[in-house]
């Protein structure tokens, strides 16, 4: 596959992701890496493999030292670390798996560890807790808690590992509702929020960090067209789209400071797209502006052009303390005209839907 065309699925991948909320979620396009080494571990031994054979395996590398690590080792380097921001891509098989991995190999080290997740919302949170706590089914944790579409296949298992070891689970982020009305009228509209309401999102967001901002920006460029609207309009929705995304990185960050006030001894793993922790922008710079004593890591992805001959060009070693290595993803469209179709589609579809704050 060719970077050309890889970069071309990295994109459309990532707006279709930021067009899952109404264009309000960019959690971030794919990057394109060549690969390294991995090594698995069988009977105890530790064997090296080339390469990246499936969509299942990931390989570790130390941003820093450009070492390559296996979990256990990756595990060891963060054992004394308060804060570790893992990031995804939602869609890859990989990143659920290494989140797993990881999750269960700090658990070894330190049980006294919470997992926070973009995944799912403040006012889900009481059935968050019952799930754990076996006073409801896991349909119940599905529908009543806004689950995303893919949890069953993403995220069960990390439920899962959690429930049966006595993790908390944080829901961290902010109301999918508050996002999309706040993407189509501006942050404002918050004020409209009954006092019950208030807490399951930040009430104030911080719009000064110009690195962020031009990335974010950039990236909504991505989709082109402006789907029939004037430069005016264009600017105000990016606007209101930009304090949509900030929303829910302020929400988030909030949501982990606050349980690591509550449990100070405690690790936090937080799970959200790339695009929130890459670069220690989005959630990462968020937190640091309001607790910068928090020691944090981030982890983040990098897909693969030759599956075969990984490198991380200098640009992309700055993206996480820690890097993980895929393989890229199918294409979704081969036809240029069926790709902007369907794009138009989820847009038309994700415009259409109303701010309703009041249910």
């Not at 960019?26 to 690969?35: D, F, I, T, Y």
């Not at 060891?76 to 890859?92: A, C, M, P, R, V």
């Not at 982020?173 to 309401?197: H, I, S, W, Y």
């Not at 929130?276 to 983040?300: F, Y």
Request: one cysteine or more; aromatic letters at 8%; hydrophobic letters at 35%.
């Amino acid at each position: 596959m060719s970077v050309k065309i890889l970069k071309k699925q990295s994109v459309y991948v990532a707006i279709g992701l930021l067009l899952t909320s109404f264009l309000l979620t960019a959690c971030g396009p794919l990057r394109h890496v060549s690969s390294a080494f991995n090594k698995k571990e069988k009977n105890g031994e530790s064997l090296a493999v080339t390469g990246l054979t499936d969509l299942y395996q990931y390989q570790i590398l130390d941003s820093q030292t450009q070492k390559r690590l296996t979990v256990a080792e990756l595990a060891n380097d963060l054992s004394k670390t308060q804060l570790i921001f893992f990031g995804e891509y939602h869609s890859h098989q990989a990143s659920h798996k290494f989140q797993l991995d990881l999750l269960q190999a700090l658990y070894q080290k330190n049980p006294q560890i919470i997992l926070s997740m973009e995944q799912f919302t403040r006012d889900a949170q009481p059935i968050v807790d019952g799930y754990l706590a076996d006073r409801y089914g896991e349909e119940t944790l599905i529908e009543d808690g806004d689950a995303w579409p893919i949890y069953q296949g993403a995220y069960r298992p990390l439920m899962e590992f959690a429930k049966e070891h006595d993790i908390p689970v944080i829901a961290a982020n902010a109301p999918a509702m508050f996002v999309r009305c706040v993407g189509k009228k501006g942050f404002e509209v918050l004020q409209q929020l009954t006092d019950d309401k208030k807490n399951w999102s930040a009430q104030k967001v911080d719009f000064n960090n110009q690195k962020y901002r031009d990335k974010f920006m950039s990236f909504l460029k991505e989709s082109g067209d402006k789907h029939g609207q004037s430069n005016e309009q264009m600017s105000k929705r990016m606007k209101n789209i930009y304090a949509a995304q900030l929303l829910r990185d302020t929400t988030m960050a909030e949501s982990i400071v606050n349980v690591l006030v509550q449990y100070p001894e405690h690790q936090v793993v937080h799970l959200n797209g790339a695009f929130h922790s890459d670069g220690r922008l989005g959630t990462v710079a968020v937190l640091e502006q309001i607790n910068a004593k928090i020691s944090t890591k981030v982890i983040s992805p990098l897909m693969v052009e030759n599956p075969q001959d990984p490198k991380a060009s200098d640009e992309e070693l700055k993206q996480g303390d820690y890097l993980y290595f895929v393989r890229a993803l199918p294409e979704r469209y081969l036809d240029k005209d069926k790709e902007n179709a369907a794009t138009y589609k989820l847009i038309k579809k994700r415009m259409a839907k109303k701010c309703d704050l009041e249910n």
